[in-house]
């Protein structure tokens, strides 16, 4: 069963290859038309993650929330996919991405976007939280557990820092979003042509000064809902998320 945002996306993945290999059919938790040229193919069968699993109900218009939300990633979880954008390999320049954003964050002209930061659920390998809170003064700190639910309706933005499955969430709610990557790494060449698209529309950063100018300069509601930027998330769509008509 395909698990997470990152299937698909790198240009290898242990366990994509492996789980592929060995399947008689591979189980697709929403990503559409699951073909990695550089992988082995199974046959795919598709069940809808967004309907069915995370059925979220915005209630609220999140152009009046000004709250920047960063997820984050506990470096545990890198354990698990030795191959990918969140691979131990990268693990510290990771950290140094997160660190340099928010250390710039807290300088003018950037001091007044207002980061919010969402720590990855299950926090076992250090204290992110106090270390956080006490380097940066400005940072405000979704509570751990929260539901996304609550994360992406009171969020004008959500600033992705890996191929995540929040991804194919907020691709499929139409709600903003960006990502800050590691240009060092190497994604599927099924993938690349988006990715280039994501750079030239300013999804894609691949450094926090880029990232921090965009957001300084930019009205994300009327950005990411431009005709646009719209063609560009429905191309996504059509490509990554699979939608059930039913």
């Not at 007044?112 to 380097?135: A, E, V, W």
């Not at 994360?151 to 499929?172: C, D």
């Not at 590691?182 to 060449?189: A, E, G, K, L, P």
């Amino acid at each position: 069963i395909q698990h997470g945002g990152g299937c698909k996306v790198h240009k290898f993945m242990t366990h994509e290859f492996h789980e592929r290999k060995v399947s008689d059919v591979f189980i697709s938790a929403g990503i559409a038309n699951s073909k990695n040229y550089n992988f082995p193919e199974s046959k795919i069968i598709n069940f809808n993650l967004y309907r069915k699993i995370y059925d979220f109900k915005f209630e609220k218009d999140n152009s009046e929330n000004n709250f920047i939300t960063i997820q984050f990633l506990d470096n545990y979880y890198s354990e698990y996919f030795p191959a990918s954008d969140i691979t131990p390999k990268f693990m510290k320049n990771y950290f140094n991405i997160i660190d340099e954003l928010l250390s710039k964050s807290e300088l003018k002209p950037f001091n007044k976007l207002n980061f919010k930061l969402q720590l990855y659920p299950r926090i076992s390998t250090y204290d992110y939280y106090n270390y956080y809170k006490n380097k940066f003064k400005n940072l405000k700190f979704w509570p751990l557990g929260v539901g996304q639910n609550e994360v992406y309706k009171n969020s004008k933005l959500i600033v992705l820092t890996y191929f995540s499955t929040a991804i194919l969430e907020l691709a499929y709610h139409n709600r903003p979003f960006v990502l800050i990557l590691n240009s060092r790494i190497n994604y599927s060449c099924s993938v690349q042509k988006t990715i280039d698209d994501f750079v030239e529309s300013d999804i894609v950063h691949y450094d926090t000064d880029s990232l921090l100018n965009f957001l300084n300069a930019t009205n994300i509601d009327k950005w990411f809902h431009s005709a646009k930027i719209q063609k560009v998330i429905n191309k996504f769509k059509i490509d990554y998320v699979w939608i059930s008509k039913y």
